[in-house]
Each structure stands twice: as structure tokens, then as C-alpha cells.
């Protein structure tokens, strides 16, 4: 398969790999429904053994999802953090961590809540910032985080930058690479070693699963993440792989078509008078455009921007008709959420106003709706929030 296009590759992936439904010619694969495998002789395992170990409607996903990636090998996990939680596992007590700050929320509590309890440190760091990134690095530095775009103000990490760093001192690098997807950027063939995803997010792209993806092109740490998979044992589903499997076929249609709406929405917003500021990786005035066009394909779906302060925000949501108000993001609906009261409420008001996280900032995941209608609204809630008088 890797001489086709990811497009073709995303319909076929699974199906090449022999899963093909050879009695019925389904083409669709199974959802092998089973714990355990019949064996048909003493010392003599087929396969799969145990669904912990290896389910043959997960093994699509994890295939599928190592090609994307040019990986060599793939896992799936019952969520993005226990995709996240379960890589961090290949650390050590005693190891330390250099993290960006502007990490997804959970990975922020997981470093700074959990993996403290088995002894290894950590550093956050503005990732934007490489002198701040070498000077965090320390002899016991046994990992670099990044997250790019990150949340909610898509900031840049230079990743070939950071891979640079770690491999002059021995450590290792992570991606999530969420919010871009294998379409448009490949970290492990820029030298990232451990590529995570929220599969949760654009790559099932229907608000209906929680699912994670690790994703590695090196022997060594497939055989210690698969170790970790079936000794931690946060194993995705078969039904949930089956509905991961349906949702990446239509990856590139539906990114393809939110990923241009959203350009445009960005433009749009960019020169409205009740907009103060945009952030989407894909406008020129963007601090990381540069960087962005030289790892990624695309500013991607998900944009944020702040309100001017003569918009009533509350107004302004209660007006807004076509996107769904929630957390979550990388559907086929468009998702507006408000990161000071969602995904950085756990955030101390002052660091979120530090870091630009305002009351007045929106984020925007851009589904696959039709683009005027999408502007229209934005039009229509934006006239209505103007507050009178000012
Ligand atoms: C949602 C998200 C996660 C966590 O994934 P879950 O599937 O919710 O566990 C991690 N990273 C990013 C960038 C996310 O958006």
C-alpha cells in the first residue's frame, strides 16, 4: 500500500491487510466480538490468544494507523490520555521530563499529578522558545513532549528544531499529534520517535468515540509500548475499533473540506471589527506560520480568536446557531468552545490571562457544514453581541 496516496490508503489499508471477509466478501471488516481464542493444539497458539494481547478488529486500526505515519508499528488505547499515560510508561523513576506548557489539559495533570508519584520530574516550557527548551534539558532529561499546533492558541513547536536538542542529549521525543493528523504532518519521518494521538478527535471525526493512537518507527520502543499495552492493558474496544476504522476512511474528505472552511473563517474574522485577535496557523501574521509550513501541509480545522471587548460573549454563544457549545473538537458538526470555563478552568485566572487564555477568547473546530452558512452565523451572532451604547 505505501506507494499510494493517504487518501487511498485510508479506504484500503485494512482490507489489504487480508481482513477481508473471505466468506462473505463483506466489505466491511468483522467486529471480532471475543475475549479468547480456541487453540487448536497443546502449545500452539493461532495469532491472537487474548483480546488484551491483540484483537484482529484492532489490528486493522493499528496498522492502518502506523502507515499513515510511516510508522513500523501501531497501538490502539481506550483513550488519547491512555495513549499518552501509557507511552509516558516507558519512562524510568528517577528520569526527567521537559514538557510544553501549553500541553493538552490532561497530559498536564497527568505529568504533574501522577507521574510525580513514581519519582519522575518534570519541566514545562514555552516550546516556542528553543533557548528555553536547552536550558530545561538536564543529564537526567529522558524525554521531550511537544504538542503542535498546540491549545487553545495553536502554537508552534519548530519539531526538527527539538528533535535536534533530545538527540544530542540522548532523550527521546513525543508528539501529540492531534490536531494535524497523519494528512498533514508526518512527526516520526522528522525524527520524533513516539507519535500520540486523541483518535477521539478528527481521526474517528464523529463526536461518538473516545479512542488514543501511539505510533512508533523504532523496533526497540514498538516491542516496550506493545509490552505496556498488554500490561497496563487500556487496549481499545473491537466495536470502538470498528467505528475508529469507519471514521478514518473519510479523514481526508472531511479534513480536507473543515481545513479550507476554517482558512476562510480565519480570514473572515481577521479584519471583522468585533474580532480583536485571530489564532490559526494558517494566516501569515500567525508568530509560528513559517515553522508550520515547513512540518505541515495545512493551518488545519481548529482556529481561536478573541472577542473585542464590545462583544458580549455571552450573547454572542447563545446567538451562535449551527456549532454545537462543548468541549472536544475534530467532528463533522462544528464545535465552539470556551477554553477559560472548559478545557483551562482548572487554570488559575491570572496564569490563564498571562498566557492569553482571556474570558473573551473562543475556540472554533470547523466541521464539514457548508462554509457561507457557517460565516453567516458568525455574522449574524456577531451584529447581535454588539453591546449598545458602546
Ligand atoms: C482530546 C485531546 C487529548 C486527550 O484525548 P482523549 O481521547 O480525550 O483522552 C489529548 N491531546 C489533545 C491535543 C486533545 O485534543
Redesign the pocket.
Known amino acids: 500500500m505505501s506507494k499510494h496516496q493517504l487518501e487511498t490508503k485510508l479506504i484500503h489499508t485494512g482490507v489489504e491487510q487480508g481482513y477481508q471477509e473471505r466468506k462473505t466478501g463483506a466489505v466491511n471488516p468483522p467486529i471480532y466480538v471475543s475475549s479468547t481464542y480456541h487453540q487448536d493444539e497443546l502449545h500452539n497458539f493461532g495469532p491472537f490468544d487474548y483480546s488484551r494481547s491483540g484483537n484482529p478488529t484492532r489490528e486493522i486500526v493499528e496498522k492502518t494507523i502506523a502507515e499513515l505515519e510511516n510508522g513500523i508499528a501501531g497501538f490502539a488505547f481506550s483513550?488519547?490520555?491512555?495513549?499518552?499515560s501509557s507511552a509516558f510508561l516507558l519512562l524510568q523513576a528517577g528520569d526527567h521530563v521537559v514538557v510544553t506548557k501549553d500541553?493538552?489539559g490532561?497530559?498536564f495533570r497527568f505529568v504533574s499529578q501522577l507521574l510525580t508519584q513514581f519519582s519522575v520530574d518534570y519541566t514545562f516550557v514555552d516550546m516556542t522558545n528553543n533557548e528555553e527548551i536547552e536550558q530545561a534539558i538536564r543529564p537526567d532529561t529522558k524525554l521531550i513532549y511537544m504538542?503542535t499546533p498546540?491549545?487553545p492558541l495553536l502554537q508552534v513547536t519548530d519539531i526538527r528544531k527539538v528533535v535536534e536538542l533530545a538527540k544530542q542529549n540522548n532523550a527521546l521525543t513525543f508528539l501529540?499529534n492531534?490536531?494535524m493528523t497523519p494528512l498533514y504532518q508526518n512527526p516520526l519521518d522528522l525524527g520524533v520517535d513516539v507519535v500520540?494521538?486523541?483518535?477521539?478527535?478528527f481521526l474517528s471525526g464523529h463526536s461518538d468515540i473516545?479512542?488514543?493512537l501511539a505510533v512508533t518507527n523504532d523496533e526497540e520502543l514498538a516491542g516496550r509500548l506493545k509490552f505496556v499495552q498488554n500490561t497496563f492493558g487500556a487496549i481499545l474496544g473491537a466495536h470502538d475499533s470498528y467505528t475508529l476504522i469507519q471514521g478514518m476512511k473519510t479523514l481526508e474528505t472531511r479534513l480536507t473540506k473543515s481545513s479550507q472552511s476554517a482558512d476562510k473563517i480565519a480570514h473572515f474574522l481577521d479584519t471583522h471589527q468585533a474580532v480583536e485577535k485571530v489564532y490559526y496557523p494558517g494566516l501569515k501574521d500567525h508568530p509560528g506560520y513559517e515553522i508550520h509550513q515547513s512540518q505541515a501541509s495545512s493551518g488545519g480545522a481548529v482556529l481561536s480568536f478573541l472577542l473585542d471587548e464590545k462583544i458580549d460573549a455571552h450573547k454572542f454563544v447563545e446567538s451562535m446557531k449551527i456549532p454545537v457549545f462543548a468541549v472536544?473538537?475534530?467532528a463533522v458538526e462544528s464545535i465552539l468552545s470556551h477554553p477559560a470555563t472548559m478545557s483551562h478552568a482548572a487554570m488559575p485566572a491570572a496564569e490563564r490571562k498571562e498566557r492569553g487564555i482571556e474570558d473573551r477568547l473562543f475556540r472554533l473546530s470547523v466541521g464539514i457544514e457548508n462554509v457561507d452558512d457557517l460565516l453567516d452565523d458568525l455574522t449574524q451572532a456577531l451584529e447581535q453581541s454588539v453591546v449598545v451604547g458602546n
Open positions: 483513550s488519547g490520555m491512555a495513549a499518552i500541553v493538552y490532561g497530559t504538542e498546540a491549545n501529540d492531534t490536531f500520540l494521538h486523541s483518535a477521539t478527535k473516545i479512542a488514543g472536544s473538537l475534530g
